[in-house]
């Protein structure tokens, strides 16, 4: 099933969204979350899209994408966008696509697509309130996916004490470090224990001040998001299959 993270190509360059997720709410899905039901489709993997407004925004559907299994823990990765010039490669369509990747490897694994990550977290807050009504059973905690396509098994675990930092630090000596903000911080606030995962490559010398064995963790990634730099140039398919194979698989089995 290696083959689903070629999907990143077609997904970036072919799937374009018209903005954010305020200017695609229309009672069609807009075209990011069409090409991923393709994509789930064409693997033959089991989905259902929760479909919702809010009160704030009571004229604007929004889309959580969900790929349903038996798991103590949830893994999450924002579809949304920002700028629709952008390839969005590293942010967040990576983090989709292995996302899929992982499911496909695991079946159990429950994986959700959300939407809104940019502009006010609200697929955080409906899956949060879902979660807290039961509706997947017992849930452990949150893995939030971000910026993924690039590092591998070189991981950083943002700074968010809990158990689910704490099992991360300990399977994998991952190095916890403060992180931009994400959908973590907004399960949080609803008392679910979540952590953001952000694999990163080692390079020699690095201004991010983030030592590691090695060398230092290279984050300029993060200043890529939202502008057109975040291009699939600074993707590789393998570090993905590495980051899924050696991380994800191992976290959601343990």
Same mark, same amino acid.
């Given at each position: =099933?290696?083959?689903?993270?070629?999907?990143?190509?077609?997904?970036? $360059?072919?799937?374009?969204?018209?903005?954010?997720?305020?200017?695609?709410?229309?009672?069609?899905?807009?075209?990011?979350?069409?090409?991923?039901?393709?994509?789930?489709?064409?693997?033959?993997?089991?989905?259902? %899209?929760?479909?919702?407004?809010?009160?704030?925004?009571?004229?604007?559907?929004?889309?959580?994408?969900?790929?349903?299994? $038996?798991?103590?823990?949830?893994?999450?990765?924002?579809?949304?966008?920002?700028?629709?010039?952008?390839?969005?490669?590293?942010?967040?369509?990576?983090?989709?696509?292995?996302?899929?990747?992982?499911?496909?490897?695991?079946?159990?694994?429950?994986?959700?697509?959300?939407?809104?990550?940019?502009?006010? =977290?609200?697929?955080? $807050?409906?899956?949060?309130?879902?979660?807290?009504?039961?509706?997947?059973?017992?849930?452990?905690?949150?893995?939030?996916?971000?910026?993924?396509?690039?590092?591998?098994?070189?991981?950083?675990?943002?700074?968010?004490?809990?158990?689910?930092?704490?099992?991360?630090? =300990?399977?994998?000596?991952? !190095?916890?470090?403060?992180?931009?903000?994400?959908?973590?911080?907004?399960?949080?606030?609803?008392?679910?224990?979540?952590?953001?995962?952000?694999?990163?490559?080692? !390079?020699?010398?690095?201004?991010?001040?983030?030592? %590691?064995?090695?060398?230092?963790?290279?984050?300029?990634?993060?200043?890529?998001?939202? !502008?057109?730099?975040?291009?699939?140039?600074?993707?590789? !398919?393998?570090?993905?299959?590495?980051? %899924?194979?050696?991380?994800?698989?191992?976290?959601? $089995?343990?």
């Amino acid at each position: =099933m290696k083959k689903i993270l070629k999907e990143i190509y077609s997904f970036c $360059k072919k799937a374009k969204n018209e903005g954010t997720a305020f200017a695609n709410g229309c009672i069609d899905y807009p075209p990011r979350v069409k090409f991923i039901l393709g994509i789930l489709k064409k693997y033959e993997i089991k989905n259902c %899209v929760d479909s919702f407004a809010t009160e704030v925004h009571p004229d604007i559907n929004f889309h959580n994408i969900i790929l349903p299994g $038996k798991s103590s823990y949830i893994v999450i990765a924002h579809h949304d966008i920002v700028n629709p010039k952008s390839e969005n490669a590293n942010d967040n369509s990576a983090s989709v696509i292995n996302a899929i990747y992982l499911k496909s490897l695991v079946p159990e694994a429950i994986v959700v697509l959300t939407d809104c990550e940019e502009v006010g =977290m609200y697929g955080a $807050k409906r899956l949060a309130e879902q979660i807290k009504e039961g509706i997947f059973g017992d849930i452990k905690g949150v893995i939030n996916l971000e910026l993924s396509g690039a590092g591998g098994k070189s991981l950083l675990v943002g700074d968010y004490p809990g158990p689910l930092t704490e099992k991360i630090k =300990m399977i994998f000596g991952a !190095t916890v470090f403060p992180t931009p903000g994400n959908e973590s911080i907004q399960f949080r606030k609803e008392g679910i224990d979540s952590t953001v995962i952000n694999p990163l490559p080692i !390079t020699e010398k690095s201004k991010s001040g983030m030592k %590691v064995s090695g060398g230092y963790l290279d984050n300029s990634s993060w200043g890529r998001c939202h !502008t057109e730099e975040d291009s699939l140039e600074f993707i590789s !398919t393998q570090d993905m299959h590495e980051f %899924v194979t050696k991380i994800l698989v191992p976290l959601i $089995k343990e």
